[in-house]
């Protein structure tokens, strides 16, 4: 992607001006991830929180689960694209591409197109749609579809909790004015 990265809409503590906490959290960061995004940099006036952070995805993106890593990572192209989060679309859809090697699957999932998916994936996708438009609207009968397709409860609860929280991450790159990386800072979609 071309063109200049925006600015945050708050203050940055970049990683050569931080210092004490907020340092180890992002050299902790950089070990974890390989990399420090913006998404990261945007909590480093309280540096608590990227700690919670980081262990929240990493427990919810790599951790044990009945989900694939490919069925994550379409649930966080999913939420991302219903809240038009430009920047998790970005990251997670490059991120999606390592275990969907189907490009009409993958531009599927980044336009919505639920029903040129598998039925799992679909499912899911829906699921978490569903769950970020209007999730009062979400009732047991979407669960229990959920089930008819094979998941189980635990592959639910993870859906559900990685829905969540990429309705989160979403709200802060979104309402913070996070921009996306550039090939300068090292980052290639």
Known sequence: MSGERTRAWIRVIEPEEAEGDLKAVYEATVGKRGALAAVHKIHSLHPETLAAHMALYMELLFGRSPLTRREREA???????????????AH?????????????????????????????????????????????????????????????????????QIAAYFNFVNRLVLGLGVGLETARDGFEY
């Open 75 to 89: 649930i966080a192209v999913a939420v991302s694209r219903t809240n038009g989060c430009a920047y998790c679309v």
């Open 92 to 160: 997670h859809a490059e991120a999606l591409s390592r275990y969907e090697k189907d490009g009409d699957n993958l531009a599927a999932v980044r336009e919505g197109r639920w029903n040129a998916l598998d039925a799992r994936t679909a499912r899911l996708c829906r699921y978490a749609e569903k769950l970020t438009r209007d999730p009062a609207s979400v009732q047991e009968a979407d669960i229990a579809r959920l089930r008819d397709t094979g998941f189980d409860d635990r592959a639910i609860l993870d859906a559900a």
